[in-house]
């Protein structure tokens, strides 16, 4: 090696040692780095039971979907529990109007005279699974929940996994309309009876976020006649109690204005799907604002503990 080379090769060697171990230092976050997205909350659609007042849930579906809010988990008791299940299956809100509009009563009424004319509710049961073809709960494209209340105990029932057709028919078993199920050697009926709107069951799956939709009945002001009306108007009442407590721990409330609709007025479809698009898009921005305020929560650091 040349005095010439022996004079600067030391000084290259060092150069480069510096640019590996010292020298500046570079940019911890250089102009092309991918940023680091702040984790989204989780947004949980809990609906509520209302007989044929639940095809208003398809309209509110229709309207989080068309002002893109993705929905993560999905819960549902009564009529709630129907939609929901299908929603969660994977179906939009258009091929649930499809589906709603081409529903014909006798596929889901299964009336049983010697049970004093109740409903079986098997028939409903075979019709959800038919369409989810028999795909169980812990299957379904999104985390659902259907909420029951458990005869012997009342207790509320919240069945996550096993058989979705099942599941819904224990949900949507009105007393003294529908047959109570059994399962698993317990009986179930309507999960009304003890969450009208499940919100606290979007919770337990995991919801960041609960947009409700309450299409329960209120009382109408006027006396109730005769010994029917009287009971029904006291249900009414203490579901009314009910859902107010569990309401009270939603995020946001939607309510589509269907009280005109009967619990047996399945003709009545259309307006009750127009008047949840009504009620949800009026909504619309404050699940927006509630999303973003959540969001930025939850992507700043923790405060150190002290």
């Known amino acids: 090696m040349t005095l010439r080379a022996r004079t600067w090769l030391p000084l290259v060697l060092a150069t ?9 230092k570079p940019d911890a976050r250089p102009d092309n780095a991918v940023p680091v997205l702040a984790a989204k909350p989780r947004i949980g659609l809990a609906l509520g039971g209302g007989a044929a007042k639940g095809f208003a849930h398809i309209g509110v579906i ?7 809010i993705h929905v993560d988990v999905v819960s549902g008791t009564s009529a709630g529990s129907v939609v929901g299940v299908l929603y969660a299956s994977g179906m939009d809100a258009f091929q649930l109007q499809e589906t709603a509009f081409s529903l014909d009563e006798g596929k889901i009424r299964d009336v049983r005279f010697f049970s004093g004319g109740m409903v079986q509710g098997q028939k409903l049961q075979d019709y ?8 169980p709960i812990e299957k379904l494209h999104t985390p659902f929940a259907a909420v029951a209340t458990e005869l012997e105990t009342g207790e509320r029932a919240i069945f996550v996994r096993g058989n979705a057709g099942q599941a819904v028919r224990a949900s949507s078993s009105i007393p003294g309309v529908f047959e109570p199920v059994e399962i698993n050697g317990k009986h179930f009926v309507d999960g009304g009876v003890v969450s009208p709107v499940p919100v606290d069951a979007a919770r337990q799956l995991g919801a ?4 409700a939709v309450d299409i329960s009945a209120r009382p109408d002001g006027n006396n109730p006649a005769g010994m029917v009306g009287i009971v029904g108007q ?7 109690k009910l859902a107010e407590q569990e309401l009270g721990r939603a995020d946001i409330v939607i309510r589509p ?3 005109q609709i009967g619990p047996t007025d399945f003709d009545q479809k259309n307006v009750a799907i127009l008047e949840g698009e009504r009620a949800a898009l009026a909504a619309i921005p404050s699940i927006k604002a509630k999303i973003a305020e959540k969001t930025a929560a939850m992507g700043k650091p923790p405060v150190p503990a002290h």
């Open 16 to 24: 480069l040692l510096c640019g590996c171990f010292g020298g500046t």
């Open 257 to 259: 204005k269907v009280g």
């Open 128 to 135: 959800v699974n038919d369409l989810l073809k028999n795909t």
């Open 208 to 211: 960041d976020i609960v947009i």
């Open 234 to 240: 006291s249900i009414t009442i203490m579901g009314r």
């Open 62 to 68: 229709k309207m989080l979907e068309a002002s893109g």
